[in-house]
């Protein structure tokens, strides 16, 4: 027999030990930090306290009650590009840009003198202004980090810490106060939709999965993260993964399964460890086991690394997976909720929406309700990325505009080389390689999951990549056209070869061997494409083709009509152009343009007019000064 | 006698194969996890070491097989000293990151086809997102992230290891 395990009293016993702190030093450990020296930074300060005569301490221990200085790292915050992160509590400092060489000055002055280092300190650019912590950094003010928010703060590898801050709660009380069907009734009036990609109401899952007459029932957790550009799932399972377990029990009562998976990416190796060391401290601690709560349930977490295929994120190819076969799609019915894996009925759950649900129990599904919008409740959390100041990891509530996103928490557009570009935007590509392109007539909308789908787009896992004027639209289609040809399963013809040939079609528009039928046939096969395919990725590998297509229609025009790129990316296909500093004005050009292209004033550098030009190449010749480039 | 003598040397010789499978408790569900522990013993998938995990599951060797080719992780052929990974995600794309895949192919002579140099040093692979995109573009070399990449950058890097590597093999 396990003990049940007293949470309060554990809770109460940790709060103890944090009273004999004078500071306490937390150090950013996610992947960002950790490639930027984080490591090295912590040992510096570890090794500069114990020289200064301080006590320091690395693990909070019970009995000991002597004051010291507690160093504790944590999952990522986010703001990666500033980093290494040092935060000092109690007063709420945040240093970015911290190297080992810095940590003296820190512990000289913070640690003895309660004085800030200014220098350390973030500098808001619009202001100017020293910023203290994140209670006055613009790119975290103007987030709602919920999902987020103990990532960050707390040790992701200590249970304690959890539970001190009330972890646990909701998942006893799923335990020993509610009944599945309570479970079930509360998550659906939350109005909660899965944060994977499609949005379906979780509630509505899990009571499909609960009235399944089997005995033997599985939860997977998928955190298998595939999309480029996307490291939501990571953070959570990095920061924060007792609430991922959490959720997990919360869901599996719910259903009335008494084994669960948790799918992770196998380049995530940090993710891989810490949820690992999750479930062995809740197991030591007696909260996974045999007699959960002492309700009488048993509860056993498995943890499996993905090998690398994309696919393995659809959820029959993930139990399939699991079941170590190749990780093939299958058809939609039998849905997973009637024959799952080994053909029991499973629920799979995103990370994310997993991390969620023991918030909603503790908070009731009212009190969620009133975040986020009617029919998309609650936040959501975005990879933001590309052309943008403030790159990293952001959560916001639905209905959030890409107005804001883009200038007050990304602090604007950017040029290729880092400088603000006032004028810079051209478009965001939201959901990834499922997901389309918005652009500048979207940026008031409200995003959430509805909002998208009329405009060919999709909030997906949460991907955005900002992009400025200087981006080519088509050469994007093609990145996510070859992403999604590499990652076809190769189950269905149309995905297998559809996509190949798309892929080749795009690669002549790039090229410069495309006619105007090479748009046509483009777009015909991308919708083949779409509807002869099994699973959602051939399903959605077209949208970012069909979307750019849509919205760029111009760009798509001028590569396949009069075969230049404006943003000058495709190589095979530089628009003409007069160098102004080599052209004397002689006007030779003028007279040797069949189309009338190039005009100018005599002794002043003459212009190409692209639209015109026909790049015969006949101005180039003439030119003596070799001015002319790009035809 | 003699087919007996053999069966014991190739135990032997799969010793650590059966330790892993003893692992797993010669599961065929678990086929995934066994190739990942084989893959991490010998650093790639060899042939005959696919079969004899196929025979010891019971399972075919073209299931096996299947499983080996389906998943990107999985090396048929041996693999550099250093693996040199570069970020092709969408992040790290739209900062650039091919360009450094460039220089690591002109610096070390590889190209699409031939992915580790003939000394067996250096393997070169593009990766789709690290998920540290808040640093793209980014590279790993073995475990070690490298953020905010730059072409001149990488190819400093890989000098140093191959200066690493000479004095390496002086000294020894
Ligand atoms: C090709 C493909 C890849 C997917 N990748 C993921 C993924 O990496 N993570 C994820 O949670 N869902 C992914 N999904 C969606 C899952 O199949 C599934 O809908 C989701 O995990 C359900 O969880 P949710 O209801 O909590 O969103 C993918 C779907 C497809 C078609
Ligand atoms: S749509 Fe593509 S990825 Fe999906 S099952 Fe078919 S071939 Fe495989
Ligand atoms: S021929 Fe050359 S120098 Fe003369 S106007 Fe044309 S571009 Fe300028
Ligand atoms: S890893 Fe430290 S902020 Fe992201
Ligand atoms: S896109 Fe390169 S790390 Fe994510």
Redesign the pocket.
Known sequence: MQETINLESVAAQYKESLKYNDFRIVICAGTGCMANGSEKVRNAFLNYIRESGLHVKVELKPEENHKGIFLSESGCQGFCQMGPLVTIEPLGLLYVKVRPEDVKEIVDRTIKENKAVERLLYEDPSSGEKCKGIGDIPFYTRQSRFVLKQCGHINPEDINEYISIGGYAAARKAFTTLSPEDICKEILASGLR?????G?P?GR?WDLTRIQQEKKKYVIC?G????PGAFM?RSVMEGNPHSVIEGIMIASRAIGADEAYVYVRAEYPLAVKRIRRAVEDAENAGILGDDVFASGKSLRVHVMEGAGA??C???TALIASIEGKRGMPSPKPPFPAQSGLWEKPTV????E?LATVPLIIKMGAGEFRKIGNAKSPGTKTFALTGHVRNTGLIEVPFGTTLREIVYNIGGGVTNNDGTLAEDGFKSVQIGGPSGGCLTEEHLDLPLDFDSLTGIGAMIG?GGLVVMNRQTCMVKIARFFMQFTQNESCGKCVLCREGTKQMLALLDDIIEGRATVETLELLEKLALAVKKGSL???GKTAPNPVLSTMKHFRKEYTEHVVSKWCSTKNCKSLVAPEINPELCKGCTVCTKKCPVGAISGERKMPHKINVSICIKCGACAQACKLNAITGV | MIAEKQILSRTRKFGKVCEILDRYSNDSAKLIPILQAVQEEYRYLPEEVLTFVATSLNLSPARVYGVATFYSHFALEPKGKYVIRVCDGTACHVKGSMSLAEVVMEKLNLDEKRRTTPDMLFTLETVSCLGACGLAPVMVINDEVHGQMTPEKTGTLIDQIIEMEKSYARNN
Do not use: H, P, W
């Not at chain 1, 899965?194 to 499609?198: N, P």
């Open positions: 899965g944060r994977g990609g499609g379906f979780t899952k998928n298998d993260e595939g999309d799932d994309f696919v994120g659809e959820e799979i759950n995103n990370v929406t896992s699973c959602g990725l």
